[in-house]
């Protein structure tokens, strides 16, 4: 069985001191031991940021694509070799803002993904511009006024477009994060993992005290986590109070599942020498 | 399946040669459609000017085509449609009265199988035997039941009895069955399609659009029995980046889009090319820019193709003339995009993609799969350190491993990464990336096929040209055999890596040489003055959406 050491590379991270990621990085580390991989089972693709860097910075199998586009990457990735564990870590620029429309749409088919969000509500790698969760009123160097839109809620999105495991968690909490993603690995279908993170050189408003006030895990208050429309309510709770833990749980067919080509063997390994074509040419005739 | 293919695959059936081209304006239904079959009884590369039946389902059709005419040829036309008129046309035409709308309704009780009335009046205008027409239509409506095919038939020989009763003999043509040769009827977008199954591709992605739309809707409907998983995604930036996942994890795959499409997977072109990963992109094209001319063909995307995507590498781009061609090149493609682990471009175009071509049955023998450099799990085991991009490899092809495998690991990077794929941004390390990528150029360059003449010797013109504009080139180079002028041509399959040398040789050594073009620049013309030096001074250049008549490249050498 792997340790913690076997998901590390030679490389040490390049954060900031005090970053959200290097808390998320330990925690995800811990989570694919807790859940029993080794680091040639699993693909994980990142996409382009702050977290995207992380490719660097964990061993395993790694796909670090474009900025937005981790998701399509993962996706076809594991219908091609869905014995593979494929997870998908990027940020929230990323995946809320570049590549939101693969975030809907990748839900819909419930393909059997882990997707952590490093969400900061800034970008930090292009030094410090608004991100789509940024709050209304943010003020930064793209948006010197504050922002007018108001943010983008990716629990409640996740959950109106029917996915089957959204949760959040924080990167100050690192045990209860790593249960979290723990659970998510372990969900058979598309998991979501928002990671709320503070990003100390960019965001100074939604700090580490400014999350520690905040929080609270849902499950030390008799949550249960089987009602869409409960987990949508709580999922618009901000503010004074912010909830971490798992929202909605489903179990329902994945998009492998649903493919009877993938049903004998990965697609991958399919043989090329029986090919027939020639019913297809008589069609033709 | 529409009337005028039906019409085409019984002159195959019946041992003749037919070439289709339909016009279609943008929108789900109405405006002026217009397929047509050209017949002959040695092969057809393309369509030409001259129409011997026009069947006009309204009088916008005869106002546009009565000029196309030969002279005694035949309109076929519904008496009872108070809209259409034949009165005072042209006198050396044969004007057939046919009721289609009125036999439709009786026979079938739906006046919209006048096409099918229609039919059946031209086979009998041809005196062609109709029983070739029930065993078409025996095999096309089969899976619809007796009944429907029954329909078909009654509906196609009250058209054929209708025209039969007026003894029409002023009308000249005549189409006689010979022994069936077994030849296919097909589309340049069904051959990349049996093309790439038949080379193994079982992953394709795509998002709908004319003119590709039909690889998409090809390969779904042959997926399951093939094994291969189709996936509609959202847009084509997931449809190149699932591609070029699932090409990662080592399925053979593919994706293909118009120009607009493209324009959106240019960033994922270039991801595939710097992560060293296979996958083929097929270009099927339009007019643009933009949304351009939707449903017309043209070559105008040649130098955008060459250049697409941000950065240098290697790009990879061919384009078949024909549906052989195509169905044999997009097998190779797919070989090359494995052995150098690169994205590959297949250009094709609208007249390429849509129109029906008479051909012997592709032959899945010739088919070879090379699946380019993998190591096994053995090889792995036995190595302490595995570098999935070495840099020490003379041809630039390293050897892949895919997850899942043990000692296997590597990065996968969009940044310009190392040896094992981590992120490194040195000097020397970006300079040593760079070239081990270029050298898989080099190495292709040193291998690929290279263009011939065709035609004949020391010939009088010698025709330039890629893609699709073959069909036209090869029609009026057996036209042009009448005016005794003597022609070949040159076709560039492969525009990149480019084959200069061969190029310039043939060039230089050809007495009149002529650009055949589907676009407004001239943009072989370009490349060939790039790569060789060589500047081909005529061009027939075409740009208004339509592809080449034969015609007009005879009228171009005979006014000279």
Known sequence: MAILKDFETKHFPTWCPGCGNYGIWTTVKQALVKAGFEPDQVLIVFGVGCSGNETNFLHGYGFHGLHGRPLPIAHGAKIARRNVKVVVIGGDGDGYGEGLAHFIHTIRGNPELTYIVHDNQVYGLTKGQTSPTSEKGYKSSSTPSGVIEKPINPLSLALAAEATFVSQGFAGNAVHLTDLIVKALKHPGFSL??????????????????????????????????????????????????????????VRDTYEEDLPQLAKMPLADEPLDDIDISPLLKELQ | MVTGLLFSKSCVRAGLKAFDYTEYPSRIRGGHNTYLVQIGEQEIFSHDRS???????????????????????????????????????????????????????????????????????????????????????????????????????????????????????????????????????????????????????????????????????????????????????????????????????????????????????????????????????????????????????????????????????????????????????????????????????????????????????????????RRGKCVTQRQLNAQKDFKRYDVSVEDGVSPRSFPGMKAGIFIANSDEHDEKGFTEESSENAIAMFQKRQRKFEDFKSKMSQPKLVGDKNADVTFVFWGSVKGAVQEAMKKLKEYKTTTNHLQITWLSPFPSETVLKILNASKRVLLVENNMDGQLGQLIREQTGFEIKEKILKYDGRPFFPEEIIEYINKE
Request: with cysteine.
């Open chain 1, 193 to 250: 993992v928002n990671v709320l993170q503070p990003c100390v050189t960019f965001n100074h408003h939604n700090t580490f005290q400014w999350f520690y006030r905040r929080v609270y895990d849902l499950a030390k208050e008799g949550y249960v986590t089987n009602d869409r429309m409960k987990a949508i309510e709580r999922a618009r709770e901000w503010g004074e109070r912010i909830p971490l833990g798992v929202f909605f749980e489903e």
């Open chain 2, 51 to 369: 129409v011997e039946i026009l069947v006009a389902l309204n009088q916008e059709t005869i106002d546009l085509h009565i000029e196309e005419l030969s002279a005694g040829g035949a309109v076929i036309y519904d008496p009872d449609d108070k809209k259409i008129s034949v009165v005072r046309l042209r006198k050396d035409l044969v004007y057939v009265p046919l009721q289609m709308a009125k036999i439709a309704s009786d026979i079938a009780g739906n006046r919209l199988m006048r096409n099918t009335v229609a039919l059946g009046a031209t086979f009998s205008l041809l005196q062609f035997p109709k029983e070739i027409a029930y065993s078409i239509m025996k095999d096309v409506f089969g899976s619809k039941g007796k009944e429907v095919i029954q329909q078909n038939i009654d509906t196609f020989n009250g058209g054929f009895d209708s025209v039969s009763k007026q003894q029409i003999e002023r009308f000249g043509w005549k189409l006689e069955a010979r022994e069936s040769k077994g030849d296919i009827v097909v589309t340049g977008n069904d051959a990349i399609s049996i093309g790439a199954i038949a080379a193994g591709v079982k992953f394709y992605s795509a998002y709908p659009m004319t003119p590709a739309s039909s690889i998409l809707t090809y390969m779904a409907e042959h997926a399951e029995s093939y094994g291969i998983v189709v996936k509609h995604a959202e847009d084509e930036i997931s449809v190149v980046n699932m591609a070029i996942g699932a090409g990662h994890m080592g399925v053979r795959s593919m994706c293909a889009t118009s120009g607009g499409g493209f324009a959106l997977m240019n960033e994922g072109y270039g991801l595939a090319a710097i992560t060293e990963t296979p996958v083929l992109i097929v270009l099927v094209q339009r007019p643009g820019p933009a949304t351009g001319l939707p449903t017309w063909t043209g070559q105008g995307d040649l130098q955008y193709a060459l250049h697409a995507a941000q950065g240098e590498f290697p790009r990879f781009v061919l384009a078949p003339g024909d549906v052989s061609e195509a169905f044999y090149m997009t097998a190779e493609a797919l070989n090359v995009a494995e052995e150098y682990q690169s994205p590959v471009l297949l250009l094709s175009d609208k007249q390429l993609a849509e129109s029906h071509e008479t051909v012997p049955p592709f032959d899945q023998s010739k088919i070879e799969i």
